[in-house]
């Protein structure tokens, strides 16, 4: 399948609706999703086939070196064909970019591919929030992957 990974276009904003709605319980509504638009805090990108059809995408916010993944989804036709991977390997690397730290996601507990896939890239599981989603009620797993290992907080001077 030929797709490319770039940054999510406004135009694009419907299909990403749409594939919010096919893969989770509680999607984010447009206005949610176009605040998501790459700006200084963010990093919107997708997979886009070369006929123009959204195949996946991930999403992040950040602030001074910190990120945090908001979003990560592929459309259910197009799972287990290495897009999820390209995803993030393109966030790490935006990632590296912009000197962040460290980057965070929550997951179902219960997502065992997505975890799997997490965990692919170097994500570690490091909490779990009680009761986190609804639809149906789950915890979740919080991941992170640490960027900078040159810095640590115990190197911090106060």
Not at 6 to 15: M, Y
Not at 131 to 156: C, I, Q, V, W
Request: proline fraction near 4%; glycine fraction near 10%.
């Amino acid at each position: 399948m030929d797709y490319s990974i770039r940054d999510v276009l406004p135009g694009e904003i419907p299909q990403i609706e749409a594939l919010e709605k096919a893969c989770f319980s509680m999607p984010w509504t447009e206005d949610q999703l176009k605040g998501q638009l790459r700006d200084n805090q963010h990093e919107f990108i997708a997979a886009v086939s070369a006929g123009g059809t959204v195949l996946g995408y991930i999403g992040m916010m950040y602030v001074l070196d910190e990120g945090y993944i908001s979003n990560v989804a592929v459309s259910p036709g197009n799972r287990r064909r290495g897009i999820g991977d390209a995803l993030i390997l393109a966030l790490l690397k935006r990632c590296a970019a912009l000197g962040l730290s460290f980057v965070t996601l929550e997951v179902r507990a219960g997502n065992t591919p997505a975890i799997a896939l997490y965990e692919k890239h170097g994500f570690a599981r490091v909490g779990l929030r009680k009761n986190y989603y609804d639809h149906p009620r789950e915890d979740a797993l919080l991941m992170t992957k640490y960027l900078n290992r040159g810095k640590s907080f115990e190197n911090l001077s106060v």
